[in-house]
């Protein structure tokens, strides 16, 4: 359960920065267009 949560945290946030500011929002598993 708390790895779950961890990654469900961590999905929301980065989509919320993603949609935020998409700039800054450098992900390192998904390569940039």
């Known amino acids: ?3 779950f949560c ?3 945290l961590c999905a ?3 989509l ?3 949609s935020i500011s998409p700039s ?3 992900p390192r ?3 940039l267009y």
């Open 1 to 3: 359960m708390i790895t």
């Open 6 to 8: 961890s990654l469900s």
């Open 12 to 14: 929301a946030s980065a």
């Open 16 to 18: 919320l920065i993603a």
């Open 24 to 26: 800054t929002y450098l």
């Open 29 to 31: 598993e998904i390569p």
